[in-house]
């Protein structure tokens, strides 16, 4: 009987590992954005997009043509343009990060740390963090950057971004 139990134990264990979300280690191929890059696993390569935010790219993605958010983004992006590669400072080609997939290919991307991708763009301003995250300890972390980047003025703060692009980022979140 005890050896049951002990069989059972283990198995109950075992079975609640498989189902945590543990971070991949996966290796980064190409930064397509700021927001979408490549990466390499078990021989597959796979597309992710920063988990939890909206970027100023994802933004112009989906704006029309001639709107007023599109042409203030890329005045935004004329002005520093530093700012376009900015992933590019933060990342290296060819090394691993860990990853934790969610879904519509989101991915929370741990690049310093703890600290996520996502933390990075929100306190650049080149994202906002989106509303109904409900992920709690990563909405703490992006809510704490995003007051960061607003009290400095970084980027969409500083700019008429997000007064300019508000119905599209409202309509995103």
Do not use: H
């Amino acid at each position: 009987m005890y050896k049951l139990f002990n069989i059972f134990i283990f198995l109950f264990i075992f079975t609640q590992t498989l189902i945590a979300k543990e971070p991949i280690l996966a290796t980064l191929v190409n930064i397509v954005s700021n927001d979408v890059l490549d990466f390499v696993y078990d021989n597959k390569k796979f597309s992710c997009l920063a988990y939890g935010v909206i970027t100023i790219e994802e933004i112009y993605r989906k704006t029309e043509k001639d709107s007023n958010c599109k042409k203030s983004i890329e005045k935004f992006y004329n002005k520093r343009k530093d700012l376009i590669y900015y992933t590019n400072s933060k990342m290296k080609v060819y090394q691993l990060y860990p990853i934790i997939f969610k879904k519509d290919n989101r991915c929370i991307i741990n690049i310093a740390g703890e600290k996520t991708l996502s933390e990075f763009l929100i306190e650049k301003g080149l994202a906002v963090k989106k509303l109904l995250l409900k992920d709690k300890e990563y909405a703490y972390y992006f809510e704490q950057a995003e007051k960061k980047s607003k009290l400095n003025q970084e980027g969409i703060w500083k700019e008429n971004i997000i007064k300019d692009c508000r119905s599209y980022i409202d309509a995103l979140k």
